[in-house]
């Protein structure tokens, strides 16, 4: 794995990343996002179906929550996920925690971490956890962590206590890597704790980055756990500490306003639950993010979004409920939209707005069938992947405030029902 960066515009680093899978075949850019999945499938979605998505990432996401209560199942079958799940040709990364859901806190030790699958917590010894990434067969993996220290006001002394013990983790978990054949080829990324704390922080990425890790998960800096500005800055100084050519991947960080103003500190790469959460709430992602229109249409498009905006509220409140709408979306079960045959966005190119209307949506919706969520979370996986798209063609042509601009004023914007061409 080879991060090779073309330009860095604004902290922003714009780059590929080469030699991804165990034949090194794939590549995936950055700033990017892998694709999000539960147990190998992607909610709601076949592989037929989403499918039908141009540019997905190369990289899928797996989280060990789902699979550890399967490990004997693919112990068993002894040819890991992927065939196992039946995927196509794709990277497999392996996380500990489905960034979707929040776990319990309180079950962490000094020689354990708990996940929460379907049928309850379970337990994992480093040993069970290399066993477990030996079933599972992913071409990179986090390693072990305590990342239990984002709630507000943990102790210094339990911040410390966390960034020990995730070193000692991976440091284990490095031992048995090497010492397991099947996992040769397969990377590992070592995981930065420290909670709020800057110097736990700083020192956690400082002895992380002598490991002879592929790449760096940035933990505990996720939207429910702090503010903006201090994940900003919390980022900013971790970075400095980070070798330059190695990925940066941020955990548990989706909206659009995070992601870009974190691309600007310096992360490389997002997980996309984000698509997946508006979909469950029945809502859709609307916002803009086309620089290349002209005034005109970017005028009428904002008046088409003016509706999107149902509860716009402030945004930085760190507890804030993750299930709540935010203003990149629209909530579809809205009577306003009962009777609007306009598709959900003008002019994106997935099967929904291709050959569907919001009104049918929500109807859809209503009445409770399945179809919404599928339809739904098509379209938000496409709206979320060509904003990234989109984001890194602002940055290669040097448009990146334009980008910043339109995200992040285009739903207000559509609230006060002004254009801004
Ligand atoms: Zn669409």
Redesign the pocket.
């Known amino acids: 794995m080879k991060l090779e960066l073309s330009m860095v515009v604004q902290g922003c680093r714009l780059g590929v990343l080469t030699g991804l899978g165990r034949a090194g075949q794939h590549s995936l850019e950055v700033p990017g996002c892998l694709l999000y999945t539960r147990c190998g499938t992607v909610p709601h979605l076949t592989q037929d179906t989403l499918h039908t998505l141009n540019n997905l990432p190369s990289v899928t996401q797996l989280t060990l929550n789902t699979l550890a209560e399967h490990q004997e199942v693919l112990e068993e079958f002894k040819e890991g996920v992927r065939k196992f799940a039946g995927l196509h040709d794709t990277v497999l990364y392996c996380s500990l925690h489905d960034p979707a859901t929040s776990c319990p806190p309180g079950h962490i030790t000094n020689k354990t971490v708990s996940v929460w699958g379907s049928g309850g917590r379970i337990e994992l010894t480093v040993a069970k956890f290399m066993a477990l990434q030996k079933a599972v067969q992913p071409d990179l993996y986090q390693s072990m962590a305590d990342g239990e220290t984002w709630q507000i006001n943990t102790s210094r002394k339990r911040v410390r206590k966390s960034v020990d013990r995730t070193l000692a983790h991976l440091d284990e978990c490095l031992l048995l890597h090497h010492k397991t054949q099947e996992l040769s080829g397969v990377e590992v990324l070592g995981v930065v704790e420290g909670g709020d704390v800057l110097e736990e922080r700083v020192r956690s990425a400082r002895e992380t980055a002598k490991r002879p890790v592929g790449g760096f998960c940035l933990d505990g800096l996720h939207t429910a756990a702090m503010e903006t500005h201090l994940r900003t800055q919390l980022i900013t100084a971790v970075i400095k500490e980070l070798p330059e050519d190695k990925p940066r991947l941020l955990q548990g960080v989706g909206r659009p306003d995070e992601v870009l103003a974190c691309v600007e500190a310096g992360v490389d790469l997002f997980e996309s639950f984000f698509p997946f959460q508006v979909t469950e709430r029945g809502c859709a992602l609307t916002f803009p993010f086309n620089i290349t229109t002209d005034p005109e249409a970017a005028v009428v498009e904002l008046d088409k979004s003016e509706a999107a905006v149902g509860q716009k509220n402030g945004t930085d409140n760190p507890q804030e409920d993750q299930t709540k709408m935010t203003p990149f979306e629209i909530n579809l079960k809205d009577n306003r939209y009962r009777e609007d045959f306009s598709?959900?966005?003008e002019g994106?190119g997935?099967y929904?707005?291709r050959n569907h209307q919001r009104a049918y949506l929500h109807h859809l919706l209503v009445t409770n069938e399945l179809l919404a969520g599928v339809l739904l979370m098509l379209?938000n996986t496409?709206?979320y992947y060509a904003f990234f798209t989109a984001l890194r063609g602002a940055l290669a042509s040097d448009k990146l405030d334009h980008l910043k601009k339109r995200v992040l004023e285009g739903p207000g914007k559509g609230m006060s029902g002004e254009g801004d061409g």
């Open positions: 598709p959900l966005v994106c997935c929904c707005c379209h496409a709206h």
